[in-house]
T-cell receptor
Framework: AQSVSQHNHHVILSEAASLELGCNYSYGGTVNLFWYVQYPGQHLQLLLKYFSGDPLVKGIKGFEAEFIKSKFSFNLRKPSVQWSDTAEYFCAVNEKNAGNMLTFGGGTRLMVKP | DTAVSQTPKYLVTQMGNDKSIKCEQNLGHDTMYWYKQDSKKFLKIMFSYNNKELIINETVPNRFSPKSPDKAHLNLHINSLELGDSAVYFC????????????FGPGTRLTVL
């Protein structure tokens, strides 16, 4: 069965600091990878996704993620965080050619101090 | 315009009751989902529903039953509510196929007393 691990449960940063959130998945087949963000009191929104091609993907709000197949990783990065990036971040995976049921990681709560 | 909407936003009820949560999407999608987010923010798929094809996560108790009157609606009915059912339930929709983004609703916070 698929599983997704996010090793950082809580991250606290000051504004302008760089961010990297880890995501590793366990699955032997070909997968699609996603990062979703949940701002306080709001629904999940897609930050970025990787289906194929260039392993470095850019998303909204200055976020990017790199797919490293050999490490089964899809880490999220942002060079300089803002207070408004305070949110819960979720990595998710689904299996290509097998429906669209996402398996989510446990989430990382990011707090950015002004 | 709201893409994926859910009602109610909050639901407080007693153990043993039966309740329903409604979900509607106006995106023209053909697949809808229900996810459960527990108190630790862990999100887990419950159901996927596409044109009368229901895919059930085998860990979901049969007290939970999705009902889809048409492809724009997927309601979640819960019988005999238990304390452990307290969670936030998110509806989502997408086009069929893994290479399609899922759009999520605002969530329904269910509290079982």
């Amino acid at each position: 069965a698929q599983s997704v691990s996010q090793h950082n449960h809580h991250v606290i940063l000051s504004e302008a600091a760089s961010l990297e959130l880890g995501c590793n998945y366990s699955y032997g087949g070909t997968v699609n990878l996603f990062w979703y963000v949940q701002y306080p009191g709001q629904h999940l929104q897609l930050l970025l996704k990787y289906f194929s091609g260039d392993p470095l993907v850019k998303g909204i709000k200055g976020f990017e993620a790199e797919f490293i197949k050999s490490k089964f990783s899809f880490n999220l990065r942002k060079p300089s965080v803002q207070w408004s990036d305070t949110a819960e971040y979720f990595c998710a995976v689904n299996e290509k050619n097998a429906g669209n049921m996402l398996t989510f990681g446990g989430g990382t709560r990011l707090m950015v101090k002004p | 315009d709201t893409a994926v909407s859910q009602t109610p936003k909050y639901l407080v009820t007693q153990m043993g009751n039966d309740k329903s949560i409604k979900c509607e999407q106006n995106l023209g999608h053909d697949t809808m989902y229900w996810y459960k987010q527990d108190s630790k923010k862990f999100l887990k798929i419950m159901f996927s529903y596409n044109n009368k094809e229901l895919i059930i996560n085998e860990t979901v108790p049969n007290r939970f039953s999705p009902k889809s009157p048409d492809k724009a609606h997927l309601n979640l009915h819960i019988n005999s509510l238990e304390l452990g059912d307290s969670a936030v339930y998110f509806c989502a929709s997408s086009l069929r196929g893994a290479d399609n983004e899922q759009f999520f609703g605002p969530g329904t916070r269910l509290t079982v007393l």
